[in-house]
């Protein structure tokens, strides 16, 4: 599985961004898929938003709620994560990431460490400036 991402740049705060995440490969609709970021000067990746396989259920960092917004579209085999109300701490490197989980269903648990995600994309910067 490759994963490209697309979509980052530079925004003011308050601002608003839209991620996009292609996947190559096929049966895409049976990988769950999730957002990481890794914020400058840290070593590690945060889950920022996951969403299962039929895009029934997701779930967010606290940081994140009501601001942004993960969704797919499984017959274009994308994943997106729309970004709006951007803050300055909203600064990092974004992940996108993808973990078979072929039997699970809307009402599974999402995995929401990086461990449980095989596969991730580059990376796109996201920065918002005050």
């Known amino acids: 599985v490759h994963l490209a991402e697309s979509g980052g740049g530079l925004v003011q705060a308050g601002g608003s961004l839209r991620l996009s995440c292609a996947s190559s490969?096929?049966?895409?609709?049976?990988?769950?898929m999730g957002w990481f970021r890794q914020a400058p000067g840290k070593d590690h990746q945060l889950i920022v938003a996951?969403?299962?396989?039929?895009?029934?259920?997701?779930e967010y960092a606290d940081s994140v709620k009501g601001r942004f917004t993960i969704s797919r579209d499984n017959a274009k085999n994308e994943v997106y994560l729309q970004m709006n109300d951007l803050r300055p701490e909203d600064t990092a490197v974004y992940y996108c990431?993808?973990?078979?989980?072929?039997?699970?269903?809307?009402?599974?648990?999402?995995?929401?460490?990086?461990?449980?995600?095989?596969?991730w994309g580059q990376g796109t910067q996201v920065t918002v400036s005050s």
């Open positions: 990431a993808a973990q078979f989980t072929p039997l699970a269903s809307d009402t599974s648990a999402l995995p929401l460490a990086s461990y449980e995600y095989r596969y």
């Open positions: 996951a969403i299962g396989r039929n895009g029934g259920n997701t």
């Open positions: 490969g096929s049966s895409f609709n049976l990988y769950t």
